[in-house]
């Protein structure tokens, strides 16, 4: 008998992974578990529990699919990821969900399942006592606290009990707290790592070793250092797996790099230790101005270091931007295409993104600047000649939908370190 049931897609596929690893390490049966991204598969199933992650980007699907289940299933809803921490009362009221999981939820989950088979999968206030959650009883708008896991592998990556895998969680937090960036706001300003022996343990599942990290190359840190020895320890301690046949590739999808730690010796390592050809490089402007507006304390004459380090090694550095950011000018707009065409130019790739305001940081209410017609044209020229990469045409789109969401639906979020300081 089913008794819980995973809505499983591409976008939350890792967070789930882990946090089934999470459940079965702290004895919860994975055989009354089933992962399934099919709707119809989930009403057969008839389960007492359904469980969502999703991003903002995704409401308005998960709004349809919710309409869908509720009408068919009578199970308890639960969420969590970005959108559920940042807006729990919308998620609530308007999804449609029972339960938000606030914060890191390995803990969090297993306690909810747990009270709620010992309660035959009813809602009471016994879920009180479950740190990390919010619901309504009647009214009432209840809040348990934000879940914190310090030691979050205390959990392995992956479950025995289900055969599933993803790039794994190898550190969790970042100092850096740039302003459109939601991680920092759910995860914390400090750097927490996973320790090598484990790291080395479980990459034995992976052909292909993959990695999750806000930055690579900070690995063993705080996070906004670079302790050079740690991270070669790291490295060197995954050689006798890729000389059983897996490569590894570091410092690219789905991590990046930022790019005052690309240096001749962190470069130098992805050389002599990794199958890495593509160094993912967080650019987001090409004006200094607009680095220092979004909190990004880093500079362009960093991001112009690590293009050509990453080229003289033989890389292929991949660089991000985002484009329309709040208070933007038209002359940073133009030094963006500047750096963009000096990158290509030197024979980088541009991976380009429109900002979009994101529930739960600091700019979750500010608004996009518009494309200057220097901008429009250089991105549809660069796109149709394939030379630019990214999905920033589709992103106006879901910009104007986060927006409106973001109008009518604003709420303080709860995040990992209390109040965000909002800057528009």
Known sequence: MVEVVVKITRRNHNAFVHLLAALESQGY???DVLVTKDLEEIIRA???VVLYSFYSQEVDEVKREMEILKSRVNAIFVAGGYHAMAMPKHTLRVLGFDVVVIGEGE???????????????KLGKSLTSVKGLAFYLGDDFIFTGFAKVEDFWRFPPYPEGLKLISPMEI???CPFGCYY???PYAKGFRMRHRPIDQIVKYSRRMKDMRYITPNAFAYGSPGAILKLEKLEALLKALQPLRREGRRLFYGTFPSEVRPEFVTRETVELLVEYTDTRRLAIGAQSGDDAMLKAMHR???VEHVVNAVELALE???EPVVDFIVGLPGESEESQRKSIELMEWIMKKGGKVRAHYFMPLPGTPWARCRPSPLSEEMKKFLGRMAAEGKIEGSWGVQIQISRRLQKLIDEFYEEPFTYHGIIREVC
């Open 29 to 31: 049966d994975l055989a």
């Open 46 to 48: 008839k389960p007492k």
């Open 107 to 121: 803990e969090a989950l297993y306690n909810l399942l747990f009270e709620l088979k010992k309660n035959n999968y």
């Open 171 to 173: 550190s969790r937090g």
């Open 181 to 183: 960036c939601q991680t």
């Open 297 to 299: 304390l880093h500079k």
């Open 313 to 315: 090694y033989g890389l």
